[in-house]
């Protein structure tokens, strides 16, 4: 069990810094009125996330530690699903509804969009 800790907390680890860095490169590219960074992290994440466990488990029939490592290590930090419900909060409070309701569709449609990507791309 303390080596599945450290499997799961090394992804963690490099999953935060690439979200970090991703989100920073967005806010500065799309400004910060929308949260694009976090729509960009969680519609990613979605899609790596099927890509990757789908490899994984269908073809590669990897070892379960590689599961632990990227599906919930390097990609549980990496998205960002509860720091989308709080900006999307911010929104409804500052009264931008129709923001609020893009970035609600936005992470849903894209991410629902993504992981069938992901899983298709791996399956070819």
Known sequence: MPIHLLI???????????RYLISGWCAKACGTRFPAGTLLVNVTGSFL????ITLLVERLLAAPEWRLFWGIGFLGAYT???TFAWETDALV????????????????????????????????
Do not use: H, Y
């Open 93 to 124: 409070r500052e009264g931008s509804f129709l923001l609020a309701a893009g970035n609600i569709m936005g992470n849903v449609v894209f991410a629902l969009i993504a992981v069938k990507l992901g899983t298709m791309l791996a399956r070819l």
């Open 49 to 52: 996330l099927a890509l990757i």
């Open 8 to 18: 799961v907390g090394a992804g963690g680890f490099l999953g935060a810094i690439v």
């Open 80 to 82: 960002t699903f509860s």
